[in-house]
Structures are given as structure tokens and as C-alpha cells.
């Protein structure tokens, strides 16, 4: 059997090279000639001489027949798609030549029997499953996985990200009641102005404030817990009085609202990219 496999193992590279005019641009020719050296190995175990047939005709069947196997089994088309892409192939080439030019697909359609839309959908179903290797295929050897971008955020802006909108939650949770529901009716749940100075029955000028006031809030919450991070201390008093007391007193709730962990939650930042 080894003997039979070595002297016949040309015929797989033979049958490979032949074959390979079929092949989908996305199967590679070594592709084939594996899937052809395993039917010749199968070949030489159930090789039968007394029947009287050459073994090399017996395995140029089994090789042929696992090489199709092999470039049916990775193309991403069904027979059928192929086959009419096959026929319609041939029509656009015979009118092509009949016209001197590239037929319409009025008049490719009225020549296959087929209507324009089934034309486009063949041709949708071909480019489905047309598909490019992403191993190297330039002189430089960088191929088309080089020129590929991930569009997701490398990790440490993700990381910094996070925590921003870590810190805006927190920001948002701890404004006082009328702060906190204008500038989550307005911002978060797109409600508009006039329906919150309804519900709140106040003016909506009144509204306007309230919702100036929250941001200014949040804007001195995050520019202060911010920075402190950045600088690994603590963040600068906002002043002296009443007013600047209260100041200090919701930055200091909003950084003892979560812990690091917490806040810095990169996989929900990422799994709701949309809402941020």
C-alpha cells in the first residue's frame, strides 16, 4: 500500500493543477491537494488488483471526486446559485459577442428567460459568496489583514472612557430631586421642556434654570474627580460660603458613590456604546 501511494503521489499535484481552474478564490490549491493525498492513501487501502483495473485509473476517480467534494464543502454558494450563475455566464458572453458590447440587463434578461430582479439576485447570492483571504497576498507580505481596522476602542481609552461615564453616572444620581429629573427627562429620555415644567408646575424659564444649574453641577463634578484622578490626589476645595460649601459636599457624594471597581466598568461601557 506505501508502495502504491508513493509512485501514485504525482498524480494528486497533477490532478490539483488541472483542477484548479474551478477554484473558488477563496479555496487555496494546497486545499485540494490534501484532500486529494487522503483519497489516494483510502485508494491504495481498498485497491482491489484482481479485478483487473490500473490503480492509477482507480484513484484518478477517488481523487477527482474528493477534490469536488473538498471545493464544494468551503464554497459559501449552493449548487444551484452556481449553476445559474453558470448559464447566465454564458448568455451575457454569446450576446456580448452578438452586440459588440456589454448587454443591458433588459436585454440579458429577455435572452435567459429570467426577469432583472432574478438577475440582481444571482448576481447578490455571487458577490454573498465571494471571499478574499486575509492572509498575505502583496509583495510586502502585509495582505488585506493589515488594512483591516477594529473600529471598537483600543483598551485604554475604553478604560479612560469608562470611568468618565462612570463618574456621570454618579453625577447624575446624586444632583438634588428637581436637578436630577430635568436633566434626565431632558438629556436621557429626550422628554421636552415644556412636559417637564408641567409635571414639576413650574414655568418653563424655571425649567431652563434648573436644567443650567444641573449641568454646572455635573461639569464641576467631573472637571474636579477628573482631574483628581489624573493628578492621584485629591481634588481642590470649590470656596468659601454657602454656595461653594454645597459644591463640596456633592462632589465629595458623587466620589464616595461607587467604588473604583465599580465605576470603571469597561464591559458595560462597551456592551452599551449606543446609549453613551
Known amino acids: 500500500m506505501e508502495a502504491l501511494v508513493r509512485e501514485n503521489l504525482p498524480l494528486v ?3 490539483a493543477r488541472e483542477t484548479s481552474s474551478r477554484l473558488p478564490r477563496h479555496l487555496d490549491s494546497d486545499d485540494l491537494t490534501g484532500a486529494g493525498a487522503l483519497a489516494l492513501v483510502q485508494a491504495a487501502q481498498s485497491f482491489d488488483p484482481s479485478l483487473g483495473v490500473p490503480f492509477a485509473r482507480f484513484a484518478n476517480t477517488r481523487i ?7 471545493m464544494r464543502q468551503r464554497d459559501w454558494a449552493t449548487r444551484s446559485l452556481r449553476s445559474r450563475a453558470r448559464a447566465l455566464a454564458a448568455t451575457s458572453e454569446a450576446l456580448t ?7 443591458a440587463d433588459s436585454e440579458l434578461a429577455a435572452a435567459s428567460g429570467l426577469t432583472e430582479s432574478e438577475i440582481g439576485e444571482i448576481r447578490g447570492g455571487q458577490d454573498r459568496a465571494s471571499l478574499l483571504s486575509l492572509d498575505s497576498f502583496t509583495p510586502e507580505g502585509e ?10 476602542p483600543q483598551p485604554e481609552d475604553a478604560l479612560v472612557a ?7 453616572r454618579d453625577a447624575i444620581a446624586e444632583l438634588p430631586d428637581r436637578l436630577r429629573m430635568v436633566v434626565s ?9 415644556t412636559e417637564l415644567a408641567t409635571e414639576l408646575n413650574v ?3 424655571r425649567v431652563s434654570q434648573l436644567r443650567a444649574e444641573g449641568l454646572e453641577l455635573l461639569r464641576e463634578a467631573l472637571s474636579r474627580l477628573l482631574e483628581a484622578d489624573a493628578k492621584a490626589g485629591p481634588g481642590g476645595a470649590n470656596g468659601q460660603g454657602a454656595r461653594g460649601r454645597r459644591r463640596d459636599a456633592y462632589v465629595d457624594a458623587v466620589a464616595r458613590r461607587s467604588t473604583v471597581n465599580r465605576r470603571v466598568d469597561v464591559g458595560r461601557y462597551l456592551s452599551s456604546l449606543s446609549d453613551v
Open 203 to 205: 414655568t418653563q424659564s
Open 13 to 15: 499535484g497533477y490532478i
Open 64 to 70: 477527482r471526486g474528493a477534490m469536488i467534494d473538498q
Open 185 to 193: 427627562g431632558y438629556y436621557l429620555e429626550q422628554r421636552p421642556l
Open 97 to 103: 459577442v452578438a452586440l459588440g458590447r456589454t448587454p
Open 162 to 168: 469608562a470611568e468618565r461615564v462612570g463618574y456621570l
Open 143 to 152: 495582505g488585506l489583514a493589515a488594512t483591516l481596522r477594529d473600529p471598537a
